[in-house]
């Protein structure tokens, strides 16, 4: 069996009046992304993974080679039991059709939308900490358990926007408020992080359509 996280399930000797001897794995949460999700080469993997989430069954030749190998593997020595756990994943991707079922036929996807809900708003918190300083796209990802690489692609998927221009738009938005209570562009600018006023002008003209200046007179006329 492959089960995926957070999938509810009983104990696999439920009903069991037999003898019998299991075998269980864990794997923390992240392990999917740290060292499976950057690497191309695991691509087989990645995609077992991703189907894990409904539950998968194997039988046939496929079972008895990974009983064979998980019956191998050697807990003493961590690095060839990661190995072995590896290549036993890989003997898994690549099951033939008639030695894999999928235990689950319902979509159970809110589970990774859960997963995103709790990633997306710790990426918001932290943006929303240090929007006005210089938030670092390195430190985020260790906080949300990805490599650089990783984070950039899972952002522009999930807001199809990168991490800077994510934190320009914030930026801005705290800026327009910032200008509705008086402030001048030239305070704002600084105070919500951008390190140039003429930039801060253009890119404020290019998102809003008004420069800060007319935007903050706009308003004034307006009440």
Known sequence: MLIGPDIPHLNFDYGLETEYKQIVVQLKPDFLETLIMPTAEFGNIRALFERSYKGLAFYGETRERVVKRLRELNMEH????????????????????????????EDTASKWLLNDKVRMGTIYDYVN??????????????????????????????????????????????????????????????????????????????????????????????V
């Open 129 to 222: 900490e240090n929007y006005d300083k210089e938030p670092d796209v390195n430190e985020i990802a260790g906080k949300v358990h990805l490599s650089t690489a990783a984070f950039c692609r899972y952002f522009k998927r999930q807001t199809k926007m990168t991490f800077t221009a994510f934190v320009n738009q914030y930026r801005l938005s705290n800026a327009k408020t910032l200008l509705l209570q008086g402030k001048s562009a030239n305070e704002v600018c600084y105070e919500v992080g951008f390190e140039s006023v003429s930039y801060f002008n253009r890119l404020f003209k290019k998102v809003v359509g008004v420069t800060p200046a007319v935007f903050r007179r706009g308003y004034k006329i307006n």
């Open 78 to 105: 961590p690095f060839e039991a990661l190995l072995g756990l590896l290549e036993i994943f890989q003997l898994l991707s690549g099951a033939a059709p008639g030695e894999v079922e999928v235990l689950n036929q």
